[in-house]
């Protein structure tokens, strides 16, 4: 089945624990991107990566950084969460090339930083 | 710069009415995509439908429409038929050619749909 994959689902930190979110996908994508989640602001974009190794800031990239050695996984590490960072974290994949090509969302991932 | 808005915040509709969900949006760029997502309470987001900014006619899935009027920069959603299952959040989303990188998202609409 094709499909982004994030894990974890949950996860409740600590303000300054490092972590990171794992994303994958299965579709062989050029195109994948991190977005967060907030109330009354819709998805926002943190990172995108054109393919591998080529990565660069959304519109909210403070506090985040990415990677993109392989194709297929694109992790969000949070060197020293804070609680303005708790929100809702989507990955999301997209092959290139045409406009009608939207993204694929994972499933989420519901981040609480205390 | 690039922007997304829908006014609606939260709608009702009662179940098999018809309802429309507003976007619009404002790019500089000659040519985008469209698109709408379906959130339900679950988390997930749902592709629904796409409209091309060169497309002559407005899109249309099943139940779900696309009320494209490019020269005001707006590209509603229609769904007919309202269903209870159809209670979520709802997203317009828009990609512009130049920049493809970027996907830019509305704040969404809550609907309800009522039995």
């Known amino acids: 089945e094709a499909q982004v994959t994030q894990n974890p689902r949950y996860l409740i930190t600590v303000t300054g624990k490092k972590l990171t979110v794992t994303c994958s996908q299965n579709?062989?994508?050029?195109?994948m991107s991190w977005y967060r989640q907030d109330p009354g602001l819709g998805l926002r974009q943190i990172y995108y990566s054109m393919n591998v190794e080529v990565t660069d800031k959304g519109d909210v990239p403070e506090g985040y950084k990415v990677s993109r050695k392989e194709k297929r996984n694109f992790p969000l590490i949070l060197e020293s969460p804070s609680p303005n960072q708790t929100s809702l974290y989507f990955c999301?994949?997209?092959?290139?090339?045409?406009?009608?090509?939207?993204?694929?969302f994972g499933s989420g991932t519901r981040l609480t930083v205390v | 710069a690039q922007k997304i808005t829908q006014t609606q915040p939260g709608m009702f509709v009662q179940e098999k009415e018809a309802v429309t969900l507003d976007c619009t949006y404002d790019?500089?760029?000659?040519?985008?995509?469209l698109f709408w997502y379906k959130q339900p309470s679950s988390g997930e987001m749902i592709f629904l439908i796409y409209?091309?900014?060169?497309?002559?006619q407005n899109a249309t899935e099943g139940r779900y429409s696309l009320n494209f009027q490019k020269a005001r920069k707006s590209a509603n959603l229609v769904i007919s038929a309202s269903q209870l299952g159809d209670s979520a959040m709802y997203f317009c989303?828009?990609?512009?050619?130049?920049?493809?990188?970027?996907?830019?998202f509305g704040s969404g609409t809550k609907l309800n749909v009522k039995p």
């Open positions: 999301a994949s997209s092959p290139g090339g045409r406009l009608d090509y939207g993204y694929t």
């Open positions: 790019t500089s760029d000659p040519s985008y995509g």
């Open positions: 989303a828009m990609r512009p050619l130049y920049n493809f990188n970027k996907f830019y």
């Open positions: 579709m062989n994508h050029e195109y």
């Open positions: 409209q091309g900014s060169y497309d002559q």
